[in-house]
């Protein structure tokens, strides 16, 4: 990318993706040296550049929950301040699987402080604060825990999938080339699939 191009991404920085704004950001900072110095080449101010630059610097999946909007930025501004990726992906699933009751950006701030203070995980720090139960178990057609379930949305987002649907998508793969005895058979197996499909739905509202 040359500095013509990453200029003018920087001029549309709201329209393009988190991960070439932070390229563009790299080399006009080669060319104009820090934040201050590139603000005074473009529209952004000082603390917008920094505050996408850091944003661009997030795991994959995380940023694409970002661009969805399922992430708010304000949000995702103090997941950025986490140094431990794990960390980093734990507090962004909370807050994403908590919806509407997700805490304040003020909360999540404290969460954040308190784990960088203390050098916890997340994990501990929102199980102390917020009584998350890791290990809590939800009724699919086999019990499933909320800690295996954040493991299949990270798998789902890095791949830009939300988990249901990477539920949807293993279950298609486990039937493909399947043989069945009997039409009883294929019946039953259905009926289990439709249970785990309407309890799939009802964890992902």
């Not at 909370?94 to 003020?106: L, T």
Request: aromatic share 10%; hydrophobic share 40%.
């Amino acid at each position: 990318m040359d500095i013509i191009a990453a200029r003018d991404i920087l001029e549309n920085y709201k329209h393009q993706p988190l991960d070439k704004v932070g390229e563009a950001i790299t080399v006009v900072k080669q060319e104009y040296g820090t934040y201050e110095g590139i603000a005074q080449e473009v529209s952004p101010s000082a603390s917008t550049i920094a505050k996408y630059d850091a944003l661009s610097k997030l795991p994959p999946g995380i940023r694409w929950k970002v661009e969805q909007g399922q992430l708010p930025g304000t949000y995702a501004e103090q997941i950025c301040r986490l140094n431990d990726e794990n960390d980093q992906w734990v507090l962004a699933f909370f807050i994403v699987d908590a919806g509407k009751q997700a805490p304040s950006v003020r909360e999540c701030k404290q969460v954040v402080d308190d784990a960088r203070e203390t050098e916890r995980s997340v994990k501990e720090v929102l199980t102390e604060r917020f009584g998350v139960e890791f290990d809590k178990t939800v009724t699919l057609v086999l019990p499933v825990d909320y800690w295996f379930r954040f493991k299949i949305c990270r798998t789902g987002w890095n791949r830009h999938k939300n988990w249901a649907d990477l539920a949807y998508e293993i279950l298609g793969e486990w039937l493909n080339g399947r043989e069945f005895s009997s039409t009883a058979d294929l019946k039953a197996i259905s009926r289990q699939l439709s249970d785990v499909a309407s309890r799939i739905e009802e964890l992902a509202e």
